[in-house]
């Protein structure tokens, strides 16, 4: 394939993307805020939620897409709990909200996990009926409850797997799939970087979300942003960075560093939504308190609708304190939100809050 082809697909651009003329290279990299393609999928820009498990359902991706974001990936999601047609996995883990996809929000992503190509087939398919645009896998987490299967980063080492895994999630789905992974399993190693090149020459994934960091380290110490820029100008796919992007300088200078197609907000946008505005460069303030609040207020009430009041009493829970530091509130307001079982209460301890923020 021609250089400058190749330079084309790494950008995510549609293949016969014109490039400069007498010379091998394509046009300038794009901005943040232009379209790129994945497979035949049009993203409307380059800034997108990552899967968050535990916490990415149909309101939190609809949250990142309301400030801009241009794809949104769903929490990750057991394809055996699919395969097994589990009435919580399907029935909510599976939900897509009409709203997600309303006036020109781009497409929505599951997430998927797990080890066995078959099961990966069948699950596939029913994330399909079910109306994603994408399927993504999930070969980069690094909790021990999901690695002991022989799922998440542990198929780093085991390649010929994940490549079925890969190739059974493509043929089953009929969709184009993308994977997530990390540099390697420790400090030190590039097996998710051969990995990658494998996934899409032997199994025909069409981006890779590569976080260069090893699963060992989680989230601590500094990505190897130059193995992510190794790997773009390697590999004939879009790669779409992520990992330690948790401010809009700091997501401007990786994502020139490396050269990605993307970038992938994880951990940096919990309970910080305006990030990706930030980020597209349609706001630079940050949010004042009484924003904060109303932003607070919309994420309880979907949460509600999505779990019901007694549910979504305690699962907001997990939600409160990525709000609290956003508003620089002390520790006693966090262990009042963390001792309420319901939202009306919830509702009390901030209810306070709300009118100091009304009169600031």
């Not at 790129?36 to 409307?44: D, T, Y």
């Not at 994977?179 to 097996?191: F, I, N």
């Not at 349609?282 to 904060?292: D, K, M, S």
């Amino acid at each position: 394939m021609p250089q400058s082809a190749n330079a084309a697909r790494r950008h995510g651009r549609p293949s016969g993307t014109p490039t400069s003329p007498g010379t091998l290279t394509a046009v300038p990299p794009p901005a943040l805020t232009d379209p790129f393609h994945i497979g035949p999928v049009r993203i409307p820009n380059r800034v997108v939620l990552a899967p968050l498990a535990g916490i990415g359902n149909w309101f939190v991706r609809l949250q990142a897409k309301r400030y801009g974001a241009g794809l949104a990936v769903s929490e990750m999601v057991s394809s055996f709990g699919v395969h097994h047609r589990n009435e919580k996995t399907v029935g909510e883990m599976l939900r897509i909200h009409p709203d997600e996809r309303r006036d020109g929000r781009g497409p929505v992503s599951i997430q998927l996990f797990g080890q066995d190509p078959e099961v990966m087939r069948s699950a596939a398919a029913t994330v399909a009926e079910r109306g994603a645009d994408l399927i993504d896998l999930n070969m980069g987490c690094p909790v021990p409850k999901v690695c002991k299967t022989g799922a998440g980063a542990a198929l780093i080492k085991d390649p010929d797997t994940a490549v079925a895994v890969a190739r059974a999630a493509r043929e089953g789905s009929g969709l184009p799939v993308t994977v997530k992974l990390r540099s390697g399993q420790r400090p030190g190693e590039t097996d998710g970087y051969e990995l990658a090149h494998r996934l899409v020459h032997d199994a025909g994934v069409s981006a890779i979300g590569f976080h260069p960091r090893s699963a060992a380290v989680h989230h601590k110490g500094t990505p190897d942003y130059d193995l992510a820029a190794r790997l773009v100008e390697s590999l004939d796919a879009p790669v779409i960075l992520t990992g330690g992007l948790s401010s809009p300088a700091a997501i401007a200078d990786a994502y020139e560093r490396t050269g990605a197609a993307a970038v992938m907000l994880a951990r940096g946008a919990l309970g910080n939504p305006w990030l990706f505005a930030q980020v597209l460069g349609t706001r630079a303030a940050e949010p004042a308190a009484a924003e904060v609040l109303a932003e607070l207020d919309w994420v309880m009430e979907r949460a509600v609708e999505h779990l019901g009041e007694d549910r979504a009493g305690r699962y907001l829970r997990k939600f409160y304190p990525w709000y609290v530091d956003r508003l620089g509130a002390g520790k006693a307001l966090q262990e009042a939100l963390q001792r309420t079982s319901t939202v009306a209460e919830a509702r009390a301890v901030l209810s306070g809050l709300g009118t100091l923020a009304e009169a600031a």
